[in-house]
């Protein structure tokens, strides 16, 4: 299956982010893109646009940038590390405990020996609320410790099965946030300063710039959904504001860990709104779509991916669903690194991944009449950030306590 590409420019002259040509309506042909937009999003889970605003330059000037920064010796990036934020270890641990005094799970508790809470503690730092850097060894995909996804995975036809990790994903993530913070709000940790390596004097605004105009192609594909959903074109947007927004390329050394099958990333859906992608120089992404089917994703030039997360899901009452995804070394994979090597480019595989964030103050619950949905007490209302610390701290009870 092909994920059909978007051009979202006759929506942008329509929202006056370009100049129009005829200043028209609203009219029939720009609903029909947006229901479009709605649909794929809701039966794949992806979504390929083209941003006039985001060329294939842009991307290419990030890119180069990070493949430099993560050429660089093991011990410069670790600089960049920023372990004090990992606060998701205290809260599981806190939640542990308390459980464990009060006799609540005790079949789940006698599970959990010492390895198995280092295997968790080593997965929770994976997850994109850290600024600075995460080394390569340290996120571990859920498919790894969840029990009761283990055995949906064992009961998928053989070909639509992700690849089995072998334990952490070797690869590195840089966290960058992009856009405003509130001054005011009760999740301090998930707003957190940016870190700036030295030695790249061009960080700041080749971060920047790549990330806003990554969030700006994503908050006009939010606005059509929205339109495409019978939402108000805001609907999604005005939650969005001064969200914890984060650029978060990771890093992977294909001359190290170059071999087919090797797992970048496991199995895995994203706990944010959307995700972003601009195109890697080495292919490798599968995705899941509603109906169970695998897909390798082919991203053509100057093009964007888009993919669902938990908080979309949540907004629509399950309408759409995180999208499942990982990322692995492929024959296409193999390919791309031999022109590579003959052109005496970088072996780096570098995504430049965004993660678009609901503020974290914000009320997250089924919108209008997605709240009508006979699945929307699975969604029940909670702030943001609540969800977000839910998710970090629990995540390895849900084979107890199904999905949310």
């Known amino acids: ?7 979202l420019a006759p929506y ?3 929202s006056g982010e370009l100049p129009s040509r005829d200043g028209e309506e609203f009219d029939s042909n720009l609903k029909n893109l947006c229901s479009e937009v709605s649909r794929t999003l809701k039966e794949t889970g992806a979504l390929l646009v083209k941003d006039p605003r985001c060329t294939a330059e842009d991307n290419d000037r990030f890119l180069d940038m990070m493949e430099k920064y993560f050429e660089m010796p093991d011990d410069f990036k670790r600089r960049q590390e920023r372990p004090h934020l990992h606060y998701q270890v205290r809260l599981f641990l806190t939640l542990y405990v308390v459980r464990l ?19 968790i503690i080593s997965f929770l730092p994976s997850q994109k609320f850290v600024v600075g850097v995460t080394p390569e060894g340290v996120e571990v995909p859920r498919s790894l410790v969840d029990a009761e996804m283990q055995e949906k995975l064992r009961s998928m036809p053989k070909e639509f099965q992700p690849s089995t990790p072998s334990g952490p994903d070797p690869k590195w993530r840089y966290m ?8 005011d709000t009760r999740f301090k940790e998930l707003n957190s300063e940016p870190v700036i390596p030295e030695g790249f004097p061009e960080w700041q605004e080749t971060m920047d710039s790549w990330g806003y105009k990554m969030i700006s192609a994503i908050e006009a594909v939010a606005e059509m959904a929205a339109v495409g959903f019978g939402l108000q074109k805001d609907a999604f947007t005005s939650l969005m504001k001064q969200g914890p927004h984060l650029l978060a390329p990771t890093g992977s050394d294909l001359r190290r860990h170059g071999k087919i099958g090797t797992v970048f990333a496991g199995y895995h859906y994203d706990l944010n709104f959307l995700t972003i992608h601009g195109r890697s120089r080495f292919p490798g992404l599968n995705i899941w779509l509603r109906n169970g089917q695998k897909v390798e994703v082919k991203v053509p030039v100057g093009c964007l991916l888009i ?9 629509t009452a399950g309408e759409c669903i995180a999208g499942m995804h990982e990322v692995v070394v492929t024959d296409r994979t193999i390919d791309a ?3 590579a ?16 964030h609901i503020a974290s103050d914000a009320v997250l619950k089924p919108l209008s009449h997605f709240a009508d ?6 969604y029940p209302a909670m702030c943001a950030g609540e969800f977000v610390e839910q998710e970090l701290a629990v995540i390895n009870l849900k084979g107890n306590k199904g999905e949310a």
């Open 307 to 315: 993919q669902t997360g938990k908080e979309i899901e949540w907004l």
């Open 12 to 14: 942008l002259e329509f």
């Open 101 to 119: 005094r009060s006799g609540q799970n005790e079949a789940w508790c006698a599970k959990l020996d010492m390895r198995g809470i280092s295997v």
């Open 373 to 378: 949905s006979p699945l929307a007490s699975k």
């Open 1 to 7: 299956m092909q994920i059909p590409v978007i051009d």
């Open 337 to 339: 690194m031999k022109l």
């Open 341 to 356: 090597s003959e052109q005496n480019r970088s072996l780096w595989r570098v995504s430049s991944t965004l993660f678009a």
């Open 176 to 183: 960058w946030r992009v856009g405003p913070r509130p001054s």
